[in-house]
């Protein structure tokens, strides 16, 4: 799929899953439309029409893609409502979900989140925010050259996705936006991270519980809160955390350099087989911390 030189303002949009909703779902397939799994015609038109119909429906929508290599290139800019309120409690604002052999290239996300973050900092009810782009349960992903600017919250989420490659990642928040990791994994596997920039207020890059086989090189980190494996042992039964590789990289201006943080409770979980190498750190306050009491001042269950 191509979409080139246009700036579309989107909607919350899921592939293959939609929040759960009491209006009637609509499925829009995107054969329906004219695509082809034939790997030589170009979808891209079929595809554009299954998004237009997908975002002027009043009704939760769906854009089914069935099996087949998928590829998205956008030279233009998605941009997220104005209101933080249309897709601020929706979890993710583009979510992928249970997609094989997809690739992403190219162009700017952008979720306008600032006025999120300041409802957040005058600590009025506020939504939680949505992470821009979520891959959920998938394999085979590929993201290049994409750009994100201003999510409400996680910029790139992967979770338990299987072979995933982020290569050419531009990310930029301001430092004092909350919660705006730049790329978020969980339960995933054979994930390669390269020659990115990011900038954030929170973990450049966050690994949660349940990652194994992470290869992280050429990244400039700055601002941000470093990257982290963790935070860990949040749960007694919690997958652990394993060979993990950080090489190569650049820190500046970050809270932190590289990071391990878990909380100090009883937990079953592990980190295993981690290298960090070849780094450095221009004016960090911690270049490298091992933090085993994780934000002590929060209430936690004994």
């Not at 090189?217 to 749960?235: A, D, F, M, Q, R």
């Not at 079953?268 to 004016?283: C, E, I, L, R, W």
Request: proline share 5%; with cysteine; hydrophobic share 40%.
């Amino acid at each position: 799929m191509f979409i080139k030189r246009i700036k579309l303002v989107v909607p919350v949009l899921f592939f293959l899953l939609l929040r759960y909703s009491s209006a009637k779902v609509i499925t829009y397939n995107i054969l329906s439309f004219g695509a082809k799994a034939n790997g030589r015609l170009d979808s891209k038109n079929a595809f554009l029409k299954a998004w237009n119909s997908a975002c002027v429906s009043t009704n939760p929508a769906i854009i089914y893609v069935p099996p087949g290599a998928i590829t998205f290139k956008i030279d233009g800019t998605l941009v997220a409502p104005s209101s933080y309120n249309a897709i601020g409690n929706s979890e993710v604002w583009i979510k992928f979900h249970r997609v094989n052999h997809v690739t992403i290239s190219g162009g700017t996300l952008d979720a306008q989140g600032a006025p999120l973050w300041a409802c957040k900092s005058s600590r009025k009810a506020c939504p939680k925010g949505a992470t821009t782009l979520g891959i959920y349960h998938s394999k085979n992903i590929v993201i290049s050259r994409l750009r994100s600017v201003n999510s409400q919250m996680f910029h790139i989420l992967l979770y338990a996705c299987n072979n995933a490659k982020l290569q050419g990642v531009s990310i930029v928040a301001p430092d004092l936006s909350p919660n705006t990791d730049g790329i978020h994994l969980i339960s995933s596997t054979g994930v390669t991270i390269l020659n990115s920039k990011i900038a954030t207020g929170d973990d450049c890059i966050s690994i949660g519980p349940g990652n194994s086989n992470i290869w992280i090189e050429k990244v400039t980190c700055g601002p941000g809160h470093g990257i982290s494996i963790g935070s860990l042992g949040w749960e007694l039964q919690e997958p652990g955390v394993q060979n993990v590789v950080v090489k190569s990289t650049t820190f500046i201006g970050t809270q932190n350099g590289v990071r391990i943080k878990t909380w100090a409770r009883r937990s079953n979980g592990f980190v295993k087989n981690v290298v960090f190498q070849h780094s450095t750190m221009v004016n960090v306050k911690n270049p490298i911390i091992i933090d085993a009491n994780y934000c002590p001042n929060k209430k936690i269950d004994a």
